[in-house]
């Protein structure tokens, strides 16, 4: 199984390429998305987003890899909206921040701190676990500004 990591200039279109991800057969276990809070959610946003709910007012499209997301705070950045297998792996880092998280997962501490740099700017960044690396990164690449495989 190898990773593949994307960033992308915001949510939104790290949110299609999620979408493309799904339809193309990648699991919400393969996948996982963080990017700041932008929108500052607001307590009922917040239920909404953490209860699966969220509506086209409320955060990403409604119906996304988004919609699923729970807002974390982490030291250093704020509030943040992470989904997929990271979300769990940040809740218990927060203190570690958002490098710690990523270092956890298996990136090297060099690119980690590399990518919590491109969320505290305001971009989004897609993680993909999966045997089909090569196909992730050929959807990711049509999206994101840009794509790493790690091995």
Known sequence: MGKVIATFRNADDAERAADELRKSGFSEKDISMVSKDQKKTNHAEMHN?????????GIGAGVGLLASAGLLVVPGIGPLLAAGPLA????????????????????PKKES????????EGKAVILVHSDRTHEAEQILDRHAEEVKVLA
Do not use: N
Request: hydrophobic share 45%.
């Open 49 to 57: 987003l953490t209860s699966g709910t969220a509506t086209g007012a």
């Open 88 to 107: 769990a792996t940040l809740s218990g880092a927060a203190l570690g921040g958002l490098t710690g998280a990523f270092v956890d997962w298996g990136i």
């Open 113 to 120: 701190e590399h990518l919590q740099r491109e969320v505290q």
